[in-house]
């Protein structure tokens, strides 16, 4: 099998990484979707993660918690899971670096663009811990911005559905599924596929999104060598 992407930004829930769980880690769960990720490294594929914290912490449904606190929580929510990513990686003998947008020295290296692409030319995996590492931008938003910055091919969004649709798939079955759609269209629709902020800053750095599901995690290999799943957006 020959990959069809030579750069990819893969973003992750944290919610997948709890597996059955449904909260914290299954380390199982993390080395079996590794394991997958490694089947595209092994093909050459230069891989970037950003990972969501909905398994230990959303900030959205924290009450009256202050939001920047409450999202500041959410970003070293996404840090524990960047960390586990790591150390799955190198038990299957991958090398990984994690950088984070907010410095902390004795755990992770901080976010250097030029640094997390000379890791991608020396055939590392960089994991991006923080998100932005602002408030009121959210992991799908730091996913957009490092595709960009890092100058990837495509953004993998693995969620828990397998592509777009019209409406919830899980609440109506008259849900219909895309095969293709443009940034535009999910701005207009206001579809829940990520936020605005995101779909607006892969549309002006015209950069596609695939959407697929995660339970399978071989769809990770399926998506890289070009096979037809989940929805593209495209421009």
Not at 18 to 41: L, N, P, R, W
Not at 57 to 77: E, K, V
Not at 141 to 160: G, V
């Amino acid at each position: 099998m020959q990959p069809v992407y030579k750069r990819v930004l893969l973003k992750l829930s944290g919610e997948v990484l709890a597996g059955d769980k449904q909260s914290g880690i299954d380390f199982e769960t993390v080395v079996g979707i590794c394991d997958s990720i490694k089947e595209c490294y092994d093909m050459g594929v230069e891989i970037g993660i950003v990972v969501g914290g909905g398994n230990f912490w959303r900030g959205r449904s924290s009450g009256d918690m202050d939001r920047t606190r409450a999202d500041h929580i959410g970003m070293l929510a996404t840090v524990m899971n960047s960390l586990a990513l790591a150390d799955a990686f190198e038990q299957l003998g991958v090398p990984a670096r994690v950088q984070t947008a907010i410095a902390m020295q004795q755990i992770a290296e901080p976010y250097i663009r030029n640094k997390a692409t000379r890791h991608f030319e020396k055939g590392r995996v960089v994991i991006f811990g923080c998100g932005t590492g602002n408030p009121f931008f959210t992991t799908d938003t730091a996913a957009a911005l490092r595709a960009a910055e890092i100058d990837a091919d495509i953004i993998f969004k693995a969620t828990n559905v397998d592509g777009i649709y019209n409406k919830d798939p899980n609440q109506f079955d008259d849900a219909q599924k895309y095969d293709k759609i443009t940034h535009m269209e999910i701005l207009k629709n206001s579809l829940k596929v990520m936020d605005s902020t995101a779909a607006s800053l892969c549309r002006d750095n015209k950069i596609p999104v695939l959407v697929f599901n995660l339970n399978d995690p071989q769809n990770i290999v399926r998506a890289i060598v070009g096979e037809n799943i989940g929805t593209v957006v495209t421009e």
